[in-house]
């Protein structure tokens, strides 16, 4: 157990430095192990679902090689087992893209079924349908999926609903298939784009990735290739709302200012100064900010995944916001914490209404989630005169640790604890405990 002691109140003022996107990188480092040659990995997030996943990618038999803790060498040449049996793998949701990498590569896979945060349901149904039509026989055996294949034959394949992971699992399946293979209603999300070019630089022939359409021509072999990751758009996203729930005024680095579009729209909306540059983006809030709707939505529309931070903001702007959740249907269980720091929100079947306060107070909360968790950082920032403490019941890791360590330095008052605590509430400080169990993971 740790806790992060955070004294919150006052304007975020600073620079912040974005590290790898974490959803691509997990489905990349799968996708490494289609070819017999070495890659290379760059601009990895050092998160803990990262090295769990590279963990069990040593336990089938690839040689992983921690150059630094944003840098790996994979070697998949010496993989001698298709069942992946290490026992954290069940507890991230990206253990799937394992099934396509092996399908793709040796015809056959088993995967225990995936974890994750309990956000609402996720099925893998539409990669099983896709893995089914390409010709694979699909079972669910002993809480694993396992896929086998004579021969993957390419597809017309369309997807029942718009599925990310669906997408990229698919897609590595298909690049080493006999023929073509086309996806309809394909995901269009960053992370999509950057697996299709990271394949193709292993010599996979993929066009269209970032469209509803991707086409592509199975190849007998891929080879090795030097790659760096794209920088995360939801740490990013989250650097952002912290500026304007705080009215600070932050310089998010390292970025792609195109896949920030939608929070960069709702943020201005609300009355937030954005300037964009090549590689950066800067966020100031000098005022109160102003109500406005927001529904999540797929790539290119609002992310799921910023909804939490963003509602943070909303909670302190004047006039009343309305979020609907169109993604996931339990995406509101941080709705009751916020109201114990002071927010009026109500939550209604997929939409919360909120009625903006002057100010948040600390207050004993639980995130059950990582983007709650984040959301609740951002509040504990921005509320100020009182203590809060956030007890969480999933792993610290992920954004969650980069933002804290960020945050750490820009000299703000942020300390971390070891052990229970049952400190008094204090004026001028938010202390944020996390309860941290060795088993647990997020995503």
């Given at each position: 157990m740790e806790q992060y002691v955070i004294?919150?109140?006052?304007?975020?003022?600073?620079?912040?430095?974005?590290?790898?996107?974490?959803?691509?990188?997990?489905?990349?480092?799968?996708?490494?192990?289609?070819?017999?040659?070495?890659?290379?990995?760059e601009n990895l997030p050092d998160v803990r679902d990262i090295n769990v996943l590279l963990e069990a990618i040593k336990e089938?038999?690839?040689?992983?090689?921690?150059?630094?803790?944003?840098?790996?060498?994979i070697t998949g040449s010496t993989i001698s087992d298709i069942s992946v049996e290490y026992e954290y793998i069940k507890k991230i949701r990206a253990s799937y893209y394992l099934l396509g990498a092996l399908l793709g590569k040796?015809?056959?896979?088993?995967?225990?079924?995936?974890?994750?945060?309990?956000?609402?349901?996720?099925?893998?149904?539409?990669?099983?349908?896709?893995?089914?039509?390409?010709?694979?026989?699909?079972?669910?055996?002993?809480?694993?999926?396992?896929?086998?294949?004579?021969?993957?034959?390419?597809?017309?394949?369309?997807?029942?609903?718009?599925?990310?992971?669906?997408?990229?699992?698919?897609?590595?399946?298909?690049?080493?298939?006999?023929?073509?293979?086309?996806?309809?209603?394909?995901?269009?999300?960053?992370?999509?784009?950057?697996?299709?070019?990271?394949?193709?630089?292993m010599g996979a022939s993929i066009k269209g990735a970032g469209t509803d359409v991707i086409r592509i021509q199975g190849v007998e072999k891929l080879h090795g290739t030097t790659y760096s990751i794209i920088p995360d758009q939801i740490e990013a996203g989250t650097f952002m709302c912290a500026a304007a729930a705080t009215r600070g005024d932050i310089m998010v680095k390292n970025v792609i200012p195109k896949h920030l579009e939608a929070t960069t729209a709702k943020l201005e909306e609300i009355g937030c100064q954005v300037e964009e540059f090549?590689?950066?983006?800067?966020?100031?809030?000098?005022?109160?900010?102003t109500r406005t709707h927001v529904k999540t939505m797929p790539y290119p529309g609002y992310p799921t995944d910023m909804q939490p931070q963003f509602a943070v903001a909303l909670t302190l702007a004047e006039g009343t916001s309305i979020v609907t959740e169109s993604i996931f249907e339990n995406r509101f269980k941080y709705a009751d914490e916020l109201s114990r720091m002071g927010a009026n929100i109500k939550v209604e079947g997929n939409t919360a209404i909120i009625d903006g306060v002057e100010k948040l107070t600390g207050a004993r909360v639980s995130a059950p989630d990582l983007r709650a968790g984040a959301a609740l950082v951002i509040a504990g920032l921005a509320a100020g005169a009182v203590t809060g403490i956030l007890h969480t019941v999933f792993n610290i890791p992920a954004i969650l640790s980069g933002i804290l360590t960020q945050i750490s330095l820009w000299s703000i008052n942020l300390r971390i604890m070891s052990g229970k605590s049952n400190l008094p509430l204090l004026n001028s400080e938010t202390i944020i405990s996390f309860f941290v169990s060795r088993s647990g993971s997020s995503t």
């Open positions: 004294k919150g109140g006052n304007p975020l003022v600073g620079e912040v430095e974005i590290g790898g996107a974490k959803n691509a990188a997990l489905a990349i480092l799968a996708a490494a192990i289609m070819t017999d040659e070495m890659v290379y990995i089938i038999g690839a040689v992983v090689e921690r150059v630094s803790p944003t840098e790996v060498k040796y015809k056959s896979a088993e995967v225990p079924l995936p974890g994750g945060c309990n956000i609402g349901s996720r099925p893998i149904d539409q990669h099983l349908k896709g893995f089914r039509a390409l010709g694979a026989s699909v079972d669910i055996l002993h809480g694993a999926v396992v896929a086998k294949a004579e021969n993957l034959t390419g597809k017309h394949i369309f997807l029942d609903m718009v599925s990310v992971g669906a997408t990229i699992n698919i897609m590595m399946a298909a690049a080493m298939a006999t023929g073509n293979t086309i996806i309809e209603n394909a995901a269009r999300e960053p992370h999509v784009v950057d697996v299709a070019n990271f394949l193709n630089s090549d590689d950066a983006v800067r966020v100031v809030a000098n005022k109160r900010l």
